[in-house]
């Protein structure tokens, strides 16, 4: 009981002391005990009930009236022995201080105050732990010194004087403080007690949860910061800081001190740059996917143009077209390869069995000369890396280990070890996947970007022999539509049925891709090269099949629609005796009539805006060899009758020269006359003497050696005349006759215009000659190509032979020969050389190693002709070393 009653804690207890101190003083018992006037006095000494009621009302008296007469009984009211109940003993002696004490009611200051009856139950017990205890004074003085006089002024009226009313007053204040600060404090804990159950239930679903957790506390801290600094919040958390319990506070203190707060920064989560900003984002005019972004910085950079914000997309294609500018050529604007198709297409082609490599079928093995290839050595530095200059590269041999010195990572000559390297990639390092056309059948697209002249793909497939392929084409390719015939090095032929996937490349007008020879490791072999313009991905793949005509019959609409079509896959006029003006009207003629016999006979709409564009082409065509023709023809007439013409005019001169000549005399008035004459000549005479020598050579014979006996009697100065007169007539003619070479010199077609028609000079020239020839020649070069030269099969025969093994065959059926001509060529090929063309298969020695020169495929012409199929060879091999020259690849379908 001691124990509890020194505890501070205990409201009751303190009330106890307080009247425990009052009792102890026997001089205020004794006034108390009098001044009650319902006070019962004990009925006997055992009456313990009325003593202890007695007791209890003056505790309850007192309890009553507080400290007023508490004051008066210290004042010095003297208690009477005999109504001090405290003071009296029990019966044994000993007055129960436990018991009376039981009795003694407690007072609750806050339900006293009016405060507690609001206070939540929740906040009682904390609000219990921190009422104060002890005496008045005390507890004032406390407060006086941990609180601010200031504030407490504000918080406890300043006219209350009474102590007991002004602890009151003092602890409801406080009561009322500590509900706010509290309040406060309890709301943050409680957000941080969300945040951090946010923040674990975060750590529990993802596993980088412990650091979104220390995002979140840390988030609670800068709140709590953030709360700390504003100041009505700060003045309540600091006054609920320092009124916490010690022990709670050391707690804190060291917790505190054991989890340092972590100062981190809240980290933003990136975002993508793209997703906000657009696909094209950045991207200039000039940009090229083919180049590296820094070179195209560089590009960018060097290019100053401004950029017209107003109108930017799709690609500056609305500029375009808006302003039509005509020093650019755009290329018209393509979707990425990768957002139209993102994933290869797989077609499936019916009868094709891919093959990688070339491989020999039957006796194209033991025929193969392979030592009759040719080599080739390069002697490029390693900072040149087998460049343009690179021997090897001109000659279209890949360098190896053979034949180059560099290692293949210097090297840049070794395309075919590239493209093997690439092969083993994916689909997109092949780079090339079958497409479908539509109009055309399959073809090849370029999934990828390939760089100017970079290799893309080799023309592999069996490789067979002349007879072998004309075996296959009578028997197993009968039926078919298309053949992948190309004929290609020492008189074989590949046929890529079984190949790979370039032999489903289309041909077009304008290709962007070139089919050549290279040499690598001693073998000739076959690749598609990108043109200069390099490749974009999407791209359709093209070369120049360049068919060139076998059979008239042999026709085929070309689809590239090119700006630059020449309209058919088909036959040009066979070489003849006859001349070209007259072979290029036959030709066209003969095109014309079979291609709208043609044309009357498909199915095909006449209307079709291809064959409209065909026909004007044609008869366009026809209209300039006609042209032609009638120029060639008028200039030869004209050149013969001016022949003629001058033949008659010598001829007249020299017959009234030897006129003259026989009719004159020795008269002396006429040799008078040719004194004088003879003195007027004189100077003629010398100013022309070198003419004179020319005359004298020029001249006609029967001029310079008259007749024997008509000069007879005639002394020299009388031939000297004569002569000076003939040569200057002859003088005369020859003025006229340059004044006539000039003109026709400068003018070769002036046959047909009206001046030379004026023009009634007989004389015919040499100019005349080359004017009418030039004409001619003139057409010749609208025939682009040479005229191919067969393999060794003859059109007839073939034919024939096929006519004669099948036929039952369809009465339509064409026979088709295209041979591929490329006049571009491979980078570091040379412009001009000595060229030499090849028939047939095989490879020619270069004469000389520095001698630049261009493999080309040879084409193969393949025939089907009305009554069954064959094989007919056409061009060559145009060979390293050999010069340039057009690259003949042929590959025959129907
Ligand atoms: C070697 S194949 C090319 C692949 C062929 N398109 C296919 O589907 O197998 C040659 C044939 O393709 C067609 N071809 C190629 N280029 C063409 C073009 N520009 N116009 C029309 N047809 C073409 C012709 O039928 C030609 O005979």
């Not at 032929?493 to 070139?514: K, L, M, Q, W, Y």
């Not at 066209?588 to 079709?608: A, C, D, L, W, Y």
């Not at 022949?643 to 008035?669: N, V, W």
């Not at 030499?836 to 080309?856: D, E, L, P, W, Y």
Request: glycine content about 6%; charged content about 30%; hydrophobic content about 30%.
């Amino acid at each position: 009981m001691a124990g509890r009653d020194a505890s501070p804690t205990s409201t009751s207890s303190t009330m106890s002391n307080i009247v425990v101190q009052a009792a102890k003083q026997g001089e205020s018992r004794s006034s108390i005990s009098a001044s009650p006037p319902h006070s019962t006095p004990p009925t006997s000494l055992g009456d313990e009930a009325s003593v202890r009621s007695d007791v209890a009302k003056t505790e309850s008296l007192l309890e009553t009236f507080g400290d007023s007469s508490a004051s008066q009984t210290h004042s010095g009211a003297q208690p009477t022995s005999q109504t001090t109940p405290a003071d009296t003993p029990n019966s044994d002696g000993r007055r129960s201080i436990r018991r009376s004490r039981a009795s003694v009611p407690t007072y609750n200051v806050q339900i006293l105050a009016g405060t507690a009856i609001h206070t939540p139950t929740k906040y009682l017990e904390k609000h219990h732990k921190n009422v104060l205890h002890g005496r008045i004074e005390h507890v004032i003085n406390t407060n006086s010194e941990t609180s601010p006089r200031k504030r407490r002024s504000k918080l406890v009226p300043e006219d209350i004087d009474d102590p007991v009313e002004l602890q009151l007053a003092t602890e409801a204040a406080q009561a009322a403080q500590r509900r706010k600060s509290s309040r406060a404090l309890d709301l943050r804990k409680e957000a941080l007690r969300n945040l951090t159950a946010v923040g674990e239930v975060a750590s529990s679903v993802a596993q980088k949860g412990q650091e979104l957790l220390l995002g979140g506390k840390n988030k609670v801290q800068h709140a709590l910061r953030a709360t700390r600094s504003e100041p009505s919040l700060a003045q309540s958390l600091a006054e609920a800081s320092s009124k916490r319990p010690r022990a709670s506070r050391a707690a804190a203190s060291d917790s505190e001190e054991e989890e340092p707060e972590p100062e981190q920064d809240y980290v933003k989560p990136k975002t993508k740059k793209w997703l906000q900003q657009g696909l094209y984002v950045g991207q200039h005019r000039d940009f090229d996917a083919r180049l590296s972004e820094s070179q195209n910085r560089i590009r960018k950079k060097s290019n100053k143009a401004t950029e017209n914000r107003v109108l930017p997309l799709p690609m500056f294609a609305g500029e375009r077209l808006l302003k039509g500018d005509p020093r650019r050529e755009y290329r018209n604007f393509k979707l990425p390869f990768d957002t139209y198709n993102p994933l290869p297409r797989k077609i499936k082609v019916d009868g094709w069995v891919k093959l990688h490599k070339n491989r020999f079928i039957g006796e194209a093995s033991a025929l193969w000369k392979r030592d009759k290839q040719d080599s080739s050595s390069c002697y490029c530095l390693p900072e040149d890396g087998c460049g343009e200059a690179c021997h090897n590269r001109i000659m279209a041999y890949e360098c190896d280990s053979t034949n180059c010195r560099l290692t293949p990572e210097q090297c840049g000559n070794r395309p075919f070890a590239q493209l093997k390297k690439r092969a083993k990639g994916n689909g997109y390092d092949y780079g090339v996947e079958v497409t479908e056309t539509g109009d055309r059948g399959y073809g090849v697209r370029a999934m990828r970007c390939f760089d100017p002249y970079q290799i893309i793909v080799e023309y592999a497939g069996e490789i067979i022999t002349q007879t072998e392929c004309e075996d296959r084409m009578k028997k197993v390719y009968k039926k078919d539509k298309c053949y992948y015939l190309m004929s290609f090095d020492n008189k074989m032929i590949i046929d890529a049925t079984r190949g790979t996937i370039a032999r489903f490349v289309n041909h077009s007008c304008e290709p962007n891709c070139e089919m050549i020879k290279w040499t690598v490791g001693n073998e000739p072999r076959m690749a598609l090269f990108a043109g200069s313009r390099g490749i974009v991905t999407g791209e359709e793949l093209t070369y120049d099949y360049n068919f060139d005509p076998f059979s008239s019959t042999n026709i085929q609409e070309c689809r590239c629609g090119t700006r630059s079509c020449r309209g058919v896959l088909g036959p040009k006029p066979k070489h003849q005796s006859q001349n070209l003006a007259t072979s290029l009207l036959a030709g066209t003629k003969r095109k014309i009539q079979e291609v709208f016999g043609t044309m009357k006979g498909s199915e095909s709409p006449h209307n079709s805006p291809k064959k409209r564009k065909f026909e004007s082409v044609a008869s366009s065509t026809l209209t300039k060899a006609q042209n032609a023709i009638a120029e060639a023809s008028a200039a030869r007439e004209k050149a013969e009758k001016d022949a003629a013409d001058l033949a008659a005019q010598i001829a007249s001169r020299e017959h009234r020269a030897l006129r003259r000549s026989a009719s004159m005399t020795l008269s002396s008035r006429r040799s008078k006359i040719l004194r004088k004459a003879t003195r007027h000549s004189l100077p003629v005479l010398k100013a022309s003497r070198k003419t004179t020598v020319n005359v004298k050579h020029r001249t006609p014979k029967p001029i310079v050696n008259p007749r024997s006996g008509a000069l007879r009697g005639v002394d020299k100065t009388s031939r000297l005349a004569k002569m000076v007169k003939r040569n200057a007539q002859a003088l005369k003619a020859r003025k006229s006759l340059s004044a006539r070479r000039t003109k026709v010199q400068r003018t070769p077609n002036r046959a047909h215009t009206a001046s030379d028609s004026e023009d009634s000079s007989p004389n015919i020239t040499p100019a005349s000659l080359r004017s009418a020839a030039r004409a001619a020649s003139t057409k010749k070069l609208t025939q682009s190509k040479l005229p191919f030269k067969p393999l060794g099969l003859s059109a007839d025969s073939i034919d024939s032979d096929t006519n004669s093994e099948a036929p039952d065959s369809d009465a339509d059926c064409v026979e088709e020969e295209m041979v591929a001509t490329s006049p571009k060529r491979g980078r570091g090929r040379p412009k001009a050389t000595a060229s030499i063309r090849k028939r047939g298969a095989g490879v020619k020695k270069s004469s000389s190693g520095s001698t630049r020169g261009t493999n080309r495929a040879l084409g193969v012409g393949v025939v089907k002709t009305g009554a069954g199929l064959g094989l007919r060879g056409t061009g060559g091999v145009r060979e390293g070393g050999s010069g340039s020259g057009p690259i003949r690849a042929t590959a025959g379908h129907e």
